[in-house]
């Protein structure tokens, strides 16, 4: 074994190396080809969505080729889990920034002088430092990678003015070649980040943004906290999760309310102080079966392979914050779910939010531009996939039979006279009232309040009894979602014609609208362990597979790291299926590489040994 190790760091093809220290068969998507790009020479823009594995993509050119990578990345906690993966493979890696002791980062510059190190990750403010560029002139570069490049672009929401100073690198090191990776697929992000770093020369590797793992799923608020236990309750045991929220309150009072329901769950926001965010998310990096109730503040620097879920309680802010966000489930490829619950109070409180928001006209009207997108989506009777893709610009034309439309396809209803008869009661209550108020006069409900206005004797009193409050709520909510109506602000959400509504009130359009179903379905406990067997049935031995799990959490406990840096879920369901008896068909394993396999081999081969002489 030892032979094979020593080997391993003279192997130069990117073959061996994604083989002898990744541990992996065989490349993925465009990842060949962009390596080869920077074997070349030559500078690649790559656009991956989250968990495409962009990473390999500068970590296998930067082994093979001479000098250090340099790593641009804007997050702090990314640099130090990225380090850590690369160390546990036996590849010298180190990051340079603020979080570092004088001592540390004096002995990381000698390393870098003397030329020990493959791979160094640098924050972009030290990078374009006079001191930082001077030391690089000192030796030799393999590359510059330039991770979550679409922070150069102010488009987006995550500018960071840092970045733009990084076309200093072009010019102070034009031959050393550059690669610009983000998961941010949008056309005006994309020209940005190529002109603002000098990339028209870069070869442009787009791979699709599908996700074909993630399950999504839109459900009708009910009982919102019930349907997400309910949800929560149908995945596998032990499983991580992240619950999105739009306010700091509401992220506290539902990470209780689940830890009342004996779940783990633990809330971060940006109010909390940072010594409780950094303890809450190492738990969650740490630990199985958590789940982590947070405002958006929570994701962009965790990276962490297995988040089986992600759930979300409010509407996010556009399709592409809603792909991002769902993006952080299931980055290890297995199956995981997207799951977000959604009603008429969040079509109206979202659509305040960007009216209030102080923002330039142009900038509202692009914000709302992007909400009604996201409303459709969430309307649409179409597969979810579909449409997702489509607002990526790519054509997706199957169903893609991992989503909820597809897996039930929703009913369609001839809404027309219901939304005409909706339309004409806001308009003659004069737009000043709020939704529950139109019900009663649309279902002929004669209340004090009514009678004060005189609303009973208007033509459209009671013109609406066919319909339940339910469906009328549901004919209001798809009116708002399409824009034919909204809720005023500054009238407690009275609810106003918009222009389109004329063309609905004249007979000019025909609208076909969803049919609502209730979505709650009440689980047994029998029902439910139906699903866990059968889930443990696809992980095949249940037992082995959670002992391998404890072999792993102990081995991670001792070394203070995240379980999922000895090896994935993937590797272990791999192990658990095959049971390798030796050292070398462990190697066979996906994940296993030949550092990893000396290190930690011996200890799974033991408990897969265990487990076989059982079955004798
Ligand atoms: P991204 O940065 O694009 O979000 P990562 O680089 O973190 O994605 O990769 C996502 C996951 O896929 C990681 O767990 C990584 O180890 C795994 N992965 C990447 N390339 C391959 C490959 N060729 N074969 C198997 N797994 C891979
Ligand atoms: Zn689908």
């Not at 359009?509 to 379905?521: A, I, M």
Request: net charge positive.
């Amino acid at each position: 074994m030892a032979g094979l190790f020593e080997k391993v760091f003279e192997m130069k093809t990117p073959q061996q190396i994604l083989q002898h220290v990744f541990g992996y068969p065989e490349f993925r998507g465009e990842q060949e080809a962009v390596i080869q790009q920077l074997l070349d020479g030559k500078d690649a823009l790559v656009l991956m969505p989250t968990g495409g594995g962009k990473s390999l993509c500068y970590q296998i050119p930067a082994l093979a080729r001479v000098g250090v990578g340099v790593i641009i990345s804007p997050l702090i906690a990314l640099m130090k889990n990225q380090v850590d993966r690369l160390l546990q493979m036996g590849v010298k890696a180190a990051f340079l920034n603020s979080s570092l002791s004088f001592e540390d980062f004096q002995n990381t510059k000698q390393q870098l002088l003397k030329g020990e190190l493959d791979l160094i990750y640098v924050a972009p403010e030290r990078l374009v430092t006079e001191d930082f560029l001077d030391l690089l002139s000192q030796i030799p570069i393999s590359l510059f990678a330039i991770d979550e490049a679409h922070c150069v672009s102010q488009w987006g929401h995550d500018f960071r003015r840092e970045y733009l100073q990084l076309s200093v690198l072009h010019e102070r090191f034009p031959k050393v070649p550059r690669i610009a990776l983000t998961a941010t697929a949008d056309l005006p992000t994309r020209k940005e980040i190529i002109k603002n770093l000098q990339l028209e020369s870069a070869k442009v590797f787009l791979s699709s943004f599908n996700r074909p793992n993630i399950h999504y799923q839109i459900v009708l608020k009910e009982n919102t906290k019930a349907q997400l236990l309910e949800f929560i309750r149908t995945q596998e045991s032990g499983v991580c999760g992240i619950v999105y929220c739009l306010s700091r309150k509401k992220t506290e009072e539902t990470a209780e309310w689940l830890r009342g329901e004996g779940l783990k769950a633990l809330a971060y926001h940006a109010g909390l102080s940072q010594k409780v965010r950094e303890k809450n998310q190492e738990i969650f990096l740490n630990e199985e079966g958590v789940i982590i109730v947070a405002t958006i503040a929570f994701g962009m620097g965790i990276d962490k392979p297995d988040v089986r879920f992600v759930a979300h309680l409010d509407l996010p802010k556009s399709l592409e914050s809603y792909f991002q966000e769902t993006g952080r489930a299931g980055r290890d490829g297995q199956p995981a779910k997207a799951w977000l619950a959604y009603g008429l109070g969040d079509v109206v409180s979202i659509r305040q939010m960007v009216e209030k928001s102080g923002a330039n006209e142009q900038r509202k009207s692009l914000e709302m531009q992007k909400l009604n997108q996201l409303l459709g989506f969430c309307e649409s009777t179409r597969c979810r996939r579909q449409v997702i893709l489509s607002y990526f610009g790519e054509d997706f034309s199957d169903s893609c039979g991992n989503c909820d439309n597809c897996q039930n396809p929703p009913e369609t209803w001839d809404a027309t006279v219901a939304a005409q008869k909706a339309l004409s009661c806001v308009y003659r209550t004069e737009e000043r009232f709020g939704v529950v108020y139109l019900m009663d006069v649309l279902r002929g409900k004669e209340t004090e309040q009514m009678k004060r206005f005189g609303h009973q004797r208007l033509s459209v009193f009671g013109i609406g009894k066919d319909l339940d409050k339910k469906q009328w709520s549901s004919v209001f909510r798809q009116l708002a979602a399409a824009g034919y109506v909204m809720a005023d602000v500054e009238a407690y959400g009275a609810i106003k014609l918009c222009p389109e509504a004329r063309s609905v009130l004249k007979g000019e359009v025909q609208l076909s609208f969803r049919k609502d179903r209730s979505q709650r379905v009440r689980k047994t406990a029998a029902e439910r362990s139906i699903i866990r067997n059968k889930l443990q049935q696809e992980n095949m031995d249940a037992n082995l597979w959670s002992a391998l799990r404890e072999c792993r959490l102990s081995l991670a406990q001792k070394q203070a790291l995240p379980p999922f840096m000895i090896f994935h879920d993937t590797t272990l369901k791999e192990m658990a299926l095959r049971k390798p008896k030796s050292m070398d068909g462990l190697l066979g394993v996906s994940g296993v590489g030949v550092y990893k396999l000396k290190k930690y081999g011996e200890a799974f081969l033991k408990v897969i040994r265990k487990f076989s002489s059982l079955e004798l």
